[in-house]
């Protein structure tokens, strides 16, 4: 019986179509039926964005509520500095096993970045903030000359081993080409997040800044300086 009234209380599935438009072409348009947890995503590449004044326009007929995120992103060309918009990320670099930093990136770009090639490496992301925050989300993209070491496959051996990680931060995976974290809550302080990788590939590569962002309030976030990575 408490089902059926809670049942009862709960809105209209909803049933509607939804459209966005940029500069008057269609971007997508999907039908929301039902309670499934449908979605759309679309991207569209920086030089094919129309030039000058446009608008992006969402429109939905029918019966529901629509969620959406309209997201701009792009990366600056160069070796940019980092930024502090209400969070400070720094990246360092040890040798593994070890607690002594070979590199340091912050908010001032740097020079170039060497490293032996066939080596094992501690990257540890240290993250500051100065007010509480929630949902944050932690990016730190792998330069191409480096590879991630995952260490919950069997074949690694337990002899390496990165530093702990802050408890606080409870979500983290591994990709080919970067390392995603996540946090649903962080109170005013620093945070530390670690992660191994080899370096593999002889080289010189560009190894773009690390970022913590609010998931939802991305003009909160903090970027370290991009550096050229050198390994020999």
Same mark, same amino acid.
């Given at each position: 019986?408490?089902?059926?009234?809670?049942? $009862?209380?709960?809105?209209?599935?909803?049933?509607?179509?939804?459209?966005?438009?940029?500069?008057?072409?269609?971007?997508?348009?999907?039908?929301? $039926?039902?309670?499934?947890?449908?979605?759309?995503?679309?991207?569209?590449?920086?030089?094919? !964005?129309?030039?000058?004044?446009?608008?992006?326009?969402? $429109?939905?007929? @029918?019966? /529901?509520?629509?969620?959406?995120?309209?997201?701009?992103?792009?990366?600056?060309?160069?070796?940019?500095? /980092?930024?502090?918009?209400?969070?400070?990320?720094?990246?360092?670099?040890?040798?593994?096993?070890?607690?002594?930093?070979?590199?340091?990136? /912050?908010?001032?770009?740097?020079?170039?970045?060497?490293?032996?090639?066939?080596?094992?490496? %501690?990257? /540890?992301?240290?993250?500051?903030?100065?007010?509480?925050?929630?949902?944050?989300?932690?990016?730190?993209?792998?330069?191409?000359?480096?590879?991630?070491?995952?260490?919950?496959?069997?074949?690694?051996?337990?002899?390496?081993?990165?530093?702990? %990680?802050?408890?606080?931060?409870?979500?983290?995976?591994?990709?080919? %080409?970067?390392? !995603?974290?996540?946090?649903?809550?962080?109170?005013?302080?620093?945070?530390?997040?670690?992660?191994?990788?080899?370096?593999?590939?002889? @080289?010189?590569?560009?190894?773009?800044?690390?970022?913590?962002?609010?998931?939802?309030?991305?003009?909160?976030?903090?970027?370290?300086?991009?550096?050229?990575?050198?390994?020999?």
């Amino acid at each position: 019986m408490a089902l059926v009234d809670y049942t $009862q209380r709960l809105p209209a599935p909803p049933n509607f179509k939804a459209t966005a438009q940029l500069a008057g072409d269609t971007l997508v348009s999907q039908a929301f $039926q039902g309670n499934e947890r449908v979605s759309a995503e679309v991207s569209i590449p920086i030089a094919e !964005l129309p030039r000058g004044h446009s608008d992006l326009q969402l $429109q939905k007929i @029918g019966e /529901g509520e629509l969620h959406y995120l309209a997201a701009y992103r792009y990366r600056l060309k160069g070796n940019p500095p /980092g930024r502090l918009n209400g969070l400070r990320i720094t990246r360092q670099i040890y040798p593994a096993n070890q607690t002594e930093a070979l590199h340091r990136f /912050g908010l001032e770009a740097t020079e170039e970045t060497s490293l032996p090639v066939g080596q094992v490496f %501690d990257v /540890g992301l240290e993250i500051i903030a100065d007010h509480p925050v929630d949902h944050v989300i932690i990016t730190d993209p792998l330069p191409a000359g480096l590879e991630a070491v995952d260490t919950t496959f069997q074949t690694v051996t337990g002899a390496v081993q990165a530093q702990a %990680d802050s408890w606080q931060i409870g979500y983290q995976q591994i990709y080919s %080409d970067r390392i !995603l974290a996540y946090s649903d809550h962080l109170d005013a302080g620093v945070y530390s997040l670690h992660y191994l990788v080899r370096s593999v590939t002889p @080289g010189t590569f560009l190894w773009p800044g690390a970022i913590a962002r609010l998931q939802y309030a991305p003009e909160e976030f903090g970027r370290t300086t991009a550096a050229m990575l050198l390994v020999k």
